[in-house]
Structures are given as structure tokens and as C-alpha cells.
């Protein structure tokens, strides 16, 4: 029997005319996919009416299946001849563990194909107009995770700050942690941030603020995930701020 190949396809932010065109194509033909709690019901609907959707999504402190149990689950069905389609919102190797699933996935001798998608981080930038690097602002951006095992032990110091953005994924339930952890590290209170909720999708918000506000604006506005939470002076800025900037810098 043929071996299937296992597709690490990226949903992006969830509006579907962000899809690669190879993605779109994928979801629409491939009968089984494997997909995570952050694909939209609008891109789901875009499979065949006979695939089989199988959903593995995770929520903190609650996962449908364990890790290990989604890349044994992968790696039996295209040993059993299927093409799957393994869908993650954003890009699967941002934050996706698409790096551990295609390791299994290849000492088990299935191949592997990555679709990229728009990772969360850039979706969420342009659909609030945030420029995540700017000449006039930040020359560096980087990517952490909020919600991971040793938080308060890692060393975030130089990731923020002037002329840096800062972007934090899963970082919703430990607001408090992270606001503690920057300003400790030597971020001044006052720093602007953006918390930006269901992005790009009808129902997204953008809350902004102050990183020594960051607990009381999660919790004041009932933020829930997904939401990306962006630190750094480009949030502070709107579009009519920067181009205004820019004119004024280059006259």
C-alpha cells in the first residue's frame, strides 16, 4: 500500500481569502484533515463534503489529544494510504510545533510537505494597521510565547524597548507574569502596547494601553484568546501618525 503524505498546512488568521492559493486547493480535495482549535468554521467549510475533520484543538491545561497522540495519529493515517492535511491557524513553524510533527512524521518514513500560512503575528499587524517594524520606530521585532513551562525563568531582556517590538503569543492567562516580567527586566511602565483579539475576522478588537495596565486591560475588557498581545512604540503610532513621520523625517 502507498504511504500518504502529511501536509503541515498554515489556516493563517482565519479569514479565508488569506489562504495561499496551495492551501485553498489542499483543504478542498484532501479527505482527511487534522486541524487545531484556531482554524475558522469558514475555512473548515471550504472541505469536501466527504472529508473527514478531525479535530485535535488545544486549550490551556486541556488538550483534546496530547502531542505525541497527534503525531501518532498523523503518521497511522498515511501509513494507512491518506493524504492528511494537518491545518494550524497562522504557519505551522511559528508556534505550531510543525517542527515535531514532521520529525515524526520522517522517522516513520512518511513525507512531509509545509504549505506556509500567514503567521498570526502578521495577520494581526495588518488587520490593526500596526507596522511591526517601522524606520521612525523599531528596526527589530520579535516572537515569544506567553503560555509555556518556565515563564518567569527565561530571558526576555533586549527583546523590548526602544527601537524593538515585542509580539507575545499566548499570553492572555499570564498578563500579570508577563507585565511583572518585562518591567523587572528593565521596560519602563509606560511602554504602549496593542492586544489584538480575533484578528482578522469580523468580530476582531484592538485594545490598547500601557504595559503596567496590561492585567487590569485584560481583565477590564474581558479579552479572551486568540489575541496577540504587541509591545513597542509602532502601537502607539497610527497611520496617519507614521506617514506624517515619515514626511516630516525625509524633508
Not at 489542499?26 to 475555512?43: A, K, Y
Not at 472529508?51 to 503525531?71: C, D, W
Not at 505551522?92 to 506556509?116: C, D
Not at 495577520?123 to 523599531?138: D, S
Request: aromatic fraction near 2%; proline fraction near 5%; include cysteine.
Amino acid at each position: 500500500m502507498k504511504t500518504g503524505t502529511i501536509f503541515l498546512v498554515g489556516a493563517g488568521p482565519g479569514d479565508p481569502d488569506l489562504l495561499t492559493l496551495r492551501a485553498a486547493r489542499l483543504i478542498e480535495r484532501t479527505q482527511t484533515i487534522v486541524h487545531d482549535g484556531l482554524v475558522s468554521n469558514e475555512i473548515l467549510a471550504m472541505a469536501s463534503p466527504d472529508a473527514r475533520l478531525i479535530s485535535v484543538a488545544k486549550q490551556r491545561a486541556q488538550h483534546t489529544l496530547p502531542q505525541a497522540e497527534i503525531n501518532l495519529l498523523l503518521v497511522r493515517k498515511a501509513l494507512s494510504g491518506n493524504d492528511v492535511v494537518r491545518l494550524k491557524g497562522g504557519d505551522p513553524l511559528i508556534f505550531g510545533r510543525g517542527g515535531e510533527e514532521a520529525e515524526f512524521a520522517h522517522a516513520h518514513g512518511v513525507p512531509v510537505e509545509i504549505v506556509p500560512g500567514i503567521s498570526a503575528a502578521n495577520g494581526a499587524a495588518a488587520a490593526a494597521q500596526i507596522a511591526l517594524t517601522h524606520r521612525n520606530a523599531a528596526s527589530i521585532v520579535s516572537f515569544v510565547a506567553g503560555q509555556c513551562k518556565g515563564l518567569s525563568n527565561q530571558d526576555w531582556s533586549g527583546l523590548a524597548g526602544k527601537g524593538r517590538t515585542l509580539v507575545i503569543y499566548m499570553g492572555v492567562k499570564t498578563a500579570p507574569q508577563i507585565a511583572e516580567k518585562l518591567m523587572a527586566d528593565g521596560l519602563a511602565p509606560n511602554v504602549p502596547l496593542a492586544v489584538i483579539e480575533n484578528a482578522a475576522r469580523p468580530d476582531m478588537r484592538v485594545v490598547r494601553g500601557l504595559l503596567a495596565g496590561l492585567p487590569d486591560l485584560v481583565e477590564r475588557d474581558a479579552i479572551k484568546s486568540p489575541a496577540l498581545i504587541v509591545i513597542g512604540d509602532v502601537t502607539a503610532r497610527d497611520t496617519a501618525t507614521i506617514a506624517q513621520t515619515v514626511l516630516e523625517a525625509s524633508a
